[in-house]
């Protein structure tokens, strides 16, 4: 006997082909009924045995598209409905949205091949996607993911689009980016001045940008999420000259290469390292190069490293420029140092017009900008840099407690924002240092769109307990002006939680030690910390042990210049003397002499002791330091010194550490064996204050965890101790985690 059974499946199944993917399972099963998209995510009713519908349901959870994340899912037999075959029906839209947004897709193999191919009608189309690929998140004006609700929707099919949408059988059937050349996005080469270049077709617009690159051009770029600024990274002048425009002296650029095979060739690339390149996120992955590699790239796109940031093409329009061009290219973010990714070409005419040559613009509208993910490994764990393209905005591994709709505003630095409008966690991608004005707008305005594609306003807005941060004065304002709670989260606290809501850990009877390092944040004691332990267990989080405290002198410029970390460190001042003009020196000691604010920051006691090995004294670019101390670090092999051997101690000693270093130095130990010892050393105060405390599992957060090196030194340690260490899965250990933190401290946390 027929029944007729409602279907509705939750998650991201919007944007990923699903569908299509139940059209074509329930003509395969001879059903009939419809399928259609609504607020929770696709809505199916079928007609058929009870046996038949049966079978639907478990193919259709087994046989999801790749890029489906089923959350939920419910069946239920309803009054009998008659349907004439099966098809795929408008939207519904009732209610407000409680699914998760679609992130974007890399392009896809099915779609490189396309463009490839000279008999294919995408042939050389740069903005070619299907069901499985393109972009997503950054053309979303509203939801349901419908052509309509996305920028696409200025662009009309014509005939030979619509004959592959209505067709069951192709690729595109129900794509809602679908495009070709004759209906779809349109290029425009143009020179800095304004004037356009004249070309033969758009087909022709990639050769002679690659012409350009190889001619040692700079060209801003308009990908499918953003400005890209690009060169060939063969050419040291022309980094050079990127360089000097785009104000950044030495951190280190981005790689684009056209095939995995051309990065093979130059980097050492692991197993899970190439399943990262070639994923549909497609981020830029940290790998080392092989020997020969080093000579032929230019000196200035990584100074003074042996690791290269690279990538595979994450669209068909750089997939066809990297074809094209056949060298190696930078390819980084389209902005001004500092600032947050450009997007209009407005924009990027203003702030870009110094610094690229040409400018390759499209007319297709990005609402949401976003910077390239990247991630590196450590054996198999990966450590993620930057969550943004391909990972933001959804948060899959964290579910909110409650319905009750909060607001994280996160930090200051790496700042982000998380949502929880309708039982989902929304994370923003990276937005980068909110003392920039630019990065503050895009801040705020990401903030109000959420709200507007939501249709919620928060009821309680979560901040961090220092009072300057502009995440805190924005919540303060936005709570005083919405007239709901403001609650403050400390910021290593924030840290911890994140790592516990990633692994689910808050029902755990088992305590877990928790060790945050990073650069700063402010403490219960008013003192600024970095350097903490602490231990949750029953809801309760308590601090346990931190690095001995030492004077913070001149505030935020210490974290810029790691001599300044020096010098509170040492006690004997001939040691930084010589790092200082005598006017200087001398107003650092004043300052020392009457400082009270005292930090505990394992950030600047790794900025310490890269100014003693001569690596940095003042810092270009966050991190720099501990950076370049890694780098030399990775350079040693031999037998590591334990720094603290035979020491005893309640709280870990910094200044004992650092004298240590000291000494070897003068005893004339090499700086590659000093860097290497120091981090390992920080790696064995973990496993030695889990033994003191007496605790097996460990769970690691704050941006040190950043350091590859640390990491696979403490790997080896917990397997040595038979310890559990937990990471970051799906957030970087940076501040970006703080507005998750916040979020699952206020949720789970007593007190």
Not at 18 to 33: K, S, T
Not at 195 to 223: M, Q, S
Not at 586 to 610: C, H, M, P, Q
């Amino acid at each position: 006997m027929l029944k007729t059974c409602k279907i509705q499946v939750s998650g991201q199944v919007q944007g990923v082909g699903f569908r299509p993917f139940v059209f074509n399972l329930a003509h395969e099963h001879q059903l009939n009924g419809t399928v259609g998209n609504n607020g929770k995510g696709v809505l199916i009713f079928a007609n058929g045995t009870r046996e038949v519908l049966m079978n639907f349901m478990e193919d259709i959870l087994e046989k999801a598209p790749d890029a489906a994340i089923i959350q939920s899912h419910t069946m239920a037999e309803i009054e009998p409905m008659a349907f004439e075959g099966f098809s795929i029906v408008p939207s519904e839209k009732s209610g407000k949205i409680t699914i998760p947004l679609t992130a974007d897709f890399a392009i896809c193999h099915s779609c490189k091949t396309d463009i490839q191919d000279p008999n294919n009608r995408r042939y050389r189309y740069a903005f070619t996607t299907c069901t499985q690929c393109g972009p997503r998140y950054a053309i979303t004006q509203k939801f349901p993911f419908e052509r309509a609700h996305t920028t696409m929707n200025q662009f009309t099919m014509c005939d030979s689009c619509v004959v592959e949408y209505e067709n069951p059988k192709d690729s595109r059937f129900h794509s809602q980016t679908n495009s070709c050349v004759d209906c779809g996005i349109r290029m425009q080469l143009i020179k800095s001045s304004g004037e356009v270049v004249p070309v033969e077709d758009e087909k022709a617009i990639l050769v002679t940008v690659a012409y350009f690159l190889k001619e040692g051009a700079i060209v801003a770029l308009k990908n499918t999420s953003g400005y890209l600024l690009c060169v060939d990274a063969t050419n040291n002048e022309a980094v050079k000259r990127l360089r000097q425009r785009k104000k950044r002296p030495t951190k280190p650029f981005a790689l684009l290469y056209p095939t995995i095979e051309k990065i093979q060739e130059a980097f050492k690339v692991s197993e899970p390292e190439q399943k990262a390149l070639e994923s549909r996120v497609c981020p830029i992955v940290l790998l080392n190069c092989k020997g020969q590699t080093k000579g032929h790239l230019a000196e200035e796109v990584a100074p003074g490293l042996d690791r290269y940031g690279v990538m595979l093409p994450s669209s068909a329009l750089l997939t066809l420029l990297s074809i094209e061009a056949q060298i190696p290219l930078v390819a980084t973010s389209g902005n001004i140092h500092g600032s947050p990714i450009l997007s209009s070409e407005k924009e990027a005419s203003k702030k870009l017009g110094a610094v690229a040559d040409y400018f390759l613009n499209h007319n297709l509208e990005i609402v949401f900008p976003q910077d390239d993910s990247v991630c590196q490994f450590s054996e198999n764990q990966r450590i993620l840099l930057r969550r943004s393209r391909g990972l933001a905005p959804n948060l899959m591994v964290y579910t909110p407690k409650s319905n009750e709709k909060v607001l994280a505003m996160g930090a200051h630095l790496k700042s982000t924002l998380a949502f929880t409008p309708n039982g989902h966690t929304y994370m923003s991608p990276y937005f980068g240092n909110l003392d920039s004005y630019e990065v503050l707008q895009r801040y705020t305005e990401t903030l109000q769109r959420y709200t507007q594609l939501f249709e919620e306003l928060p009821e309680v807005v979560l901040v961090d307990k220092h009072p300057t941060y502009q995440s805190t004065i924005l919540g303060k304002e936005l709570a005083t002006n919405r007239k709901v709670p403001m609650v403050k989260v400390q910021h290593h606290k924030a840290h911890f939680a994140s790592v516990l809501a990633e692994h689910d850990l808050f029902e755990t009877k088992i305590p877990v030690l928790g060790v945050v390092w990073d650069g700063t944040g402010l403490g219960d004691d008013g003192m600024i910390w970095g350097g903490e332990f602490f231990v949750y267990q029953n809801y309760q989080m308590v601090r346990k042990a931190h690095f001995d405290y030492f004077h913070l002198l001149a505030g935020d410029k210490m974290a810029k210049e790691p001599r300044l970390s020096l010098f509170s460190l040492v006690d004997s001042e001939n040691i930084v003397e010589d790092k200082f003009s005598k006017g200087e020196f001398k107003i650092y000691r004043k300052l020392k002499e009457n400082s009270t604010l005292k930090t505990s920051s394992v950030g600047r006691l790794f900025d310490a002791v890269a100014s003693l090995l001569n690596l940095s004294d003042v810092s270009t670019y966050e991190g720099e330091a501990a950076l370049l101390l890694e780098n030399l670090a990775w350079q040693y092999s031999g037998e590591y010194i334990d720094l603290l051997e035979g020491q005893s101690f309640e709280n870990v000693p910094s200044k004992i550490i650092l004298k240590r270093i000291c000494t070897l130095k003068n005893q004339g130990e090499t700086k590659v064996k000093l860097a290497a010892s120091f981090i390992r050393t920080l790696a064995r105060v973990v496993v030695n204050m889990a033994k003191t405390i007496g605790l097996s599992t460990i769970a690691c957060s704050g941006g040190v965890f950043q350091n590859r090196f640390l990491v696979q030194a403490l790997q080896g340690m917990a397997k040595e101790n038979d310890m559990t260490l937990l990471f970051h899965k799906e957030m970087s250990s940076n501040d970006e985690n703080i507005a998750l933190g916040q979020l699952a401290y206020y949720q789970n946390v007593k007190g």
